[in-house]
């Protein structure tokens, strides 16, 4: 149980050096930046919620913390995102919820989270479950000395528990579809221009 991938189609090399060839196009700077990234994503800057989302995965790529993301962070969030194992990827979800970077989940940076996946519809089950009543269910299972905080080994045990836990505690921003629909978007704009 949760060896599984959680995308349904794998990029092979080719599309992966596709989409590298598309960033060099798009971001000829070299850098991608936080306002072109909710735009892939399509968030609306009206949607504050939304917008800390994507600024809080951002900021998880952007090792360097110079505000964009470079060709070797972007090859790397692709990497993870698209290609990377079970446990590399809950190392990630566990950075994006980490939101004050302690190292340690209190309540409310899980509920944040929580809130906002229902909000994009990330969450596919249990939405019966207000955030609230999700966070305690999650920390009922995960916080196994009760101290009010989840480790990042909690964390890591926890979500490999039970399929409900991996899929809340897993964050899967779907990028490998937007990143082939992107591909053949390109692929026609550019066959059109021949």
């Not at 599984?4 to 971001?27: D, G, T, V």
């Not at 972007?74 to 970077?101: H, P, T």
């Amino acid at each position: 149980m949760g060896q599984e991938e959680s995308h349904n189609e794998e990029m092979n090399p080719a599309q992966i050096q596709e989409l590298c060839i598309i960033f060099m196009k798009e971001c000829p700077s070299g850098a991608l930046h936080l306002h072109e990234l909710k735009r892939i994503f399509g968030v609306a800057s009206s949607s504050e919620e939304e917008s800390l989302y994507i600024e809080t995965i951002f900021r998880s790529f952007d090792t360097n913390r110079d505000n964009r993301l470079d060709f070797l962070e972007y090859v790397a969030a692709l990497n993870l995102v698209l290609r990377g194992n079970l446990e590399d990827r809950l190392k990630w979800s566990f950075k994006v919820y980490d939101r004050d970077g302690n190292g340690r989940l209190d309540k409310q940076e899980v509920k944040h989270i929580i809130r906002v996946r229902t909000k994009f519809h990330v969450q596919r089950s249990n939405m019966d479950m207000t955030p609230n009543e999700v966070c305690d269910r999650i920390f009922e299972l995960v916080d196994q000395n009760k101290d009010g905080q989840i480790s990042l080994t909690e964390f890591m045990e926890g979500a490999q528990k039970d399929e409900w836990l991996m899929d809340l505690l897993k964050l899967d921003v779907n990028a490998t579809g937007w990143v082939i629909q992107n591909c053949c978007k390109q692929r026609g704009a550019a066959l059109a221009q021949c």
